[in-house]
């Protein structure tokens, strides 16, 4: 009822209706390491008997993987303002602020935002631009931002959600960016969405990319493809 409500649900699965590793071991019983093994065997059971009982009522259990050229992502590929900074901030920093840290870094990019020219080839049409950030995505969020409220995004849809903001001409239009983002309130004017299979971005200049929040390269090509329902969780 959950599913068909469109909630996404995630089943959290132990075997210990099977075996329970430390009521099995100890005093002659059995070693407590290979006892423990055997509760991991039974786990692996339970979640092999659920996936076949969600497949066989409709429900997948297999979600889709982002392909980056050779790499892939499971959540996001990013470029532009602020996505290099969980890889940029330094661990140093990270210890003593936590997350912090990542505020304190951004912060620091106010004043130097950059913007790339781009082309960009995706199912059914082109289109050119010069854009501040970029997500490309398989996920309803992305820190904290509800995509999912703004372009319908699923994990097992067998499409990529695109989203690129323009370059804000004044300060007040980054304001206006900001608020579109955060009540999932696109203006076109301001910010490019789009659903596809595949995206073929081009730029005159190398672009800096985060996947999964980690440093993917630098490329001035790259085709994104969506995976469909390539990876199954059990």
Known sequence: QCVELGVEVGLVIGGGNFWRGAKNSGGGKME?????????????????????????????????????????????????AFTDVPYVTSQDSKNVLGKLAYLVEGAQRLSSLKTYPLHLEYDGGETDGEFLVGLISNSSYVAGLPVGRWIDASMSDGLLEVTLVRKPNLMIELTRVASNLLLGEL???????????????????????????????????????????????H
């Open 32 to 80: 407590r390491t290979r006892a423990d093994h055997i509760g991991m065997l039974a786990t692996v059971m339970n979640c092999l008997a659920v996936a076949d009982v969600c497949e066989q009522k409709g429900i997948p259990v297999s979600v889709d993987v982002g392909r980056f050229g050779g790499r892939y992502f499971a959540y996001v590929a990013a470029f532009g």
């Open 187 to 233: 203006d076109p004017e301001l910010i490019f969405s789009v659903k596809t299979k595949r995206l073929r971005i081009t730029s005159p200049e190398p672009i800096p990319w985060t996947l999964d929040g980690e440093y993917g390269g630098s490329p001035s090509e790259v085709t994104i493809e969506n995976l469909h329902r390539a990876l199954t969780i």
